[in-house]
């Protein structure tokens, strides 16, 4: 796989964790917790009302239909009463005179009317008109249709009313800019005829139906969620930017970086701020106070240990007098090795970029004068922030362990963006599992003979583990399947 397309792999997993690290902090969880709250409320509120809304536009709509459906009824009652010859009249001058609330026409056939489609208020209208012509008339066999008006067919099936002269039906049926729907009922008179009556609904948007969902109120709810978003980015941005300060600060001070914070922000985080300054304080003399005492007693042990290595020399027994000193150079080890122990783990220096591939070349260059031992594998792409001093006294004691009891190593380094990961392999005998976290006690040996080893006080991985916990990171020890054990170095990148 080409490098390209290497990076082109990464970038969602890149992308991906970062949503995942944002909808896990405290902004992106409020934000979300505010989103849904917001458009919930706002749903359930717009449900409410729709249903409200339904219900009144139903009992008026059941209102209005009763008065249109008794003036139907009393115009197909007038049309019915009028002598066969008489009704083409009426007609006709009903037509020249233009602006009567009804179209009426006898046509000689059953007019196929499009229908819109079914809603509840439009049952409603239907069953009002269809139940008063058979109250008032008795006529059950009435077609009742709702037709759109640009779509209305008169006098026969290949005539629309758009097609008719304006003064037909266009001033009674035709309202513009809006055209309501028209109700159309068809009444057989007789065997050949038809009594075709059309009347406009008395509201443009009477049988239109409501959604929660529609699009004016998803772009309402939607700048409704984006307002109170916006608003709580601003607070959430004073609120959180004081604890977000507290973490770094903490971060740091875990890394051995103290210096105290601001105490701004709300009561509760400038309390919190107070306390954790005070806690540095005294975390900080109680290092100082340590390191002090430690000096001191390395101060005030030299002196008494060489005057006993003295006296223990002009013994004149040879078995006490080896005893003695044997002795004396465990207690003299013993403090030399708790002195190292403090200052190689409190390296008072600033974090700065340490190259950690040219540390390995060179360690590599000095471990192979005579012979291969030890091999790099890899190399560091992204620069490391950190402790140089320190980050080379953890590789240094890893390294030496490694080659003291496998003779020969391997280092392979492992990089991205966020993380540096270093694993020292070797070829040795390994470590028993119940000793692994036993091992990174101070003083602990598990080989008699440490002669030849540079950390044989049984420091070394005390000291790695505690510079790797400085940066934030962690040493951790394995053995492999076959022979050897791997010691693996983390380093986050913050």
């Known amino acids: 796989m080409s490098k390209q397309s290497a990076m082109s792999t990464s970038t969602p997993l890149s992308n991906s964790s970062r949503i995942k690290r944002w909808s896990q ?30 219900s009144d536009t139903e009992e008026n709509v059941r209102e209005v239909s009763k008065h249109m459906a008794f003036r139907i009824a009393a115009t197909v009652s007038y049309f019915t009463s009028l002598p066969t010859n008489y009704r083409h009249i009426v007609i006709d001058q009903l037509q020249d005179m233009g602006g009567t609330r009804f179209f009426v026409t006898l046509n000689k056939e059953e007019i196929r009317i499009n229908n819109i489609p079914n809603s509840p208020l439009k049952d409603i209208v239907k ?19 709702f037709s759109n008006p640009s779509d209305l067919h008169v006098i026969n099936n290949q005539t ?6 304006e003064r037909w039906g266009h001033h009674s049926l035709l309202v513009k800019p809006l055209t309501p729907p028209i109700i159309v009922i068809q009444i057989p008179v007789n065997d050949t005829d038809w009594l075709y009556l059309a009347s406009l609904m008395p509201d443009p948007y009477f049988l239109e139906g409501t959604s929660a969902l529609s699009g004016d109120r998803l772009f309402s709810m939607a700048m409704s969620v984006i307002t109170v978003l916006l608003l709580t980015i601003l607070i959430l941005r004073r609120v959180t930017r004081p604890l977000a300060t507290l973490a770094r600060a903490a971060e740091r001070f875990g890394q051995g970086d103290w210096r105290p914070i601001k105490e701004v922000g709300s009561v509760e985080v400038r309390n919190t701020a107070k306390a954790f300054n005070d806690m540095q304080r005294r975390i900080q003399r109680y290092l100082n106070d340590r390191e002090r005492l430690f000096a001191s007693i390395s101060h005030d042990l030299k002196t ?8 223990a020399e002009m013994l004149d027994e040879d078995d006490i007098r080896d005893a003695m000193i044997r002795d004396l150079e465990d207690l003299d080890m013993l403090v030399k090795g708790a002195l190292q ?44 922030i950190g402790k140089p001093l320190a980050i080379k006294r953890c590789l240094g004691n890893l390294v030496d362990n490694a080659l ?10 492992e990089d991205d963006e966020d993380e540096v990961c270093i694993r020292i392999c070797d070829q040795g005998p390994g470590i028993p599992i119940d000793k692994m976290d036993k091992v990174f006690q101070p003083y602990t040996r598990l080989t008699p003979d440490h002669s030849g080893h540079p950390g044989g006080m049984g420091l070394g ?20 399947i076959e022979q050897g054990l791997e010691a693996k170095l983390w380093l986050p990148r913050h």
């Open 25 to 54: 902090s405290l902004t992106g969880q409020i934000l979300i917790i505010m989103a849904l709250g917001v458009a919930s409320a706002q749903f359930i509120s717009s449900t409410i009302w729709l249903r409200q809304l339904e």
């Open 127 to 145: 069953n009002e008109v269809q139940s008063t012509l058979i109250k008032q008339l008795g006529i059950r066999d009435a077609k009742i249709a």
């Open 160 to 165: 629309r009313l758009v097609d008719l002269p």
């Open 304 to 311: 008494p240990i060489t005057r006993l290595r003295l006296r």
């Open 341 to 384: 122990s403090v200052k190689e783990t409190d390296i008072h220096e600033n974090r700065i970029e340490v190259n950690i591939s040219r540390m390995l070349t060179d360690m590599q260059s000095t471990a192979n004068i005579h012979e291969t031992k030890l091999t790099v594998v890899g190399e560091l792409e992204h620069p490391f």
């Open 404 to 413: 003291y009891y496998g003779k020969t190593a391997t280092v392979y380094i």
């Open 461 to 480: 991985l005390s000291i790695a583990r505690n510079i790797a916990r400085a940066h934030g990171g962690e040493v951790t020890l394995s053995n492999h």
